[in-house]
């Protein structure tokens, strides 16, 4: 007997000489050359994801989408790039979200069914403001940072949105282009205190 498919071999609950009949699977063969990886977005985020997109139709729209990146479950990100193909129909109405399939080719057999990560959809934000995360504070459930203000810092509230690198914010309130912050050692500052501007 041969497999339909080339792939992995998985457990085979049987041992030689077992009764066993057309009911029975003997085994699962899993075709790893493209990996179909599953994964939800809310509505919102979907609506958001496909306005920024040139096309007339969601097939259109899909075939512009973005390359996205697979991080694995152990924090490393795997090396080739995957393709959203597909969108489904209907939203979740207990969730709220929206159930995609990224394709990813597989050519060293690292990824396996079964497999859990997180998908990054890269998202291009025009004429942002970027500073490093290590120049924020949180207050309570607030993000603040120090401006720099003649010879003194104010504290000022800010929010943002996290990068996939997981270093810097892209901030969309709070911050203007023209405005001077205090980038590092910040936990030496207090509200008003005087500093040295370099």
Do not use: C, H, W
């Not at 403001?129 to 104010?154: E, H, M, N, R, W």
């Not at 709070?174 to 912050?181: A, F, T």
Request: avoid cysteine; aromatic fraction near 6%; proline fraction near 4%.
């Amino acid at each position: 007997m041969t497999s339909a498919v080339d792939g992995v071999v998985g457990s085979i609950p049987f041992r030689l000489g077992s009764l066993v009949n057309s009911s029975n699977a003997l085994t699962t063969v899993s075709s790893i050359d493209n990996i179909f990886a599953y994964f939800s977005i809310n509505e919102k985020e979907l609506v958001t994801l496909l306005n920024g997109l040139e096309g007339n139709t969601q097939a259109e729209k899909i075939k512009n989408l973005p390359e996205v990146t697979l991080k694995m479950a152990d924090g490393t990100f795997y090396p080739e790039k995957g393709k959203i193909k597909t969108i489904a129909g209907q939203v979740n109405v207990s969730t709220g979200s929206v159930n995609l399939r990224a394709d990813f080719p597989n050519p060293q057999g690292v990824l396996r069914s079964g497999f859990s990560g997180n998908i990054i959809i890269p998202e291009t934000i025009e004429n942002a403001i970027l500073i490093p995360q290590k120049s924020t504070f949180a207050q309570q459930d607030k993000l603040l940072i120090y401006k720099v203000q003649g010879d003194s810092v104010v504290q000022a509230m800010i929010s943002v949105i996290p990068t996939s690198d997981g270093k810097d914010y892209i901030v969309t309130k709070g911050l203007s282009e023209n405005d001077r912050i205090v980038e590092d050692g910040i936990i030496t500052l207090s509200n008003g205190k005087k500093i040295v501007v370099k």
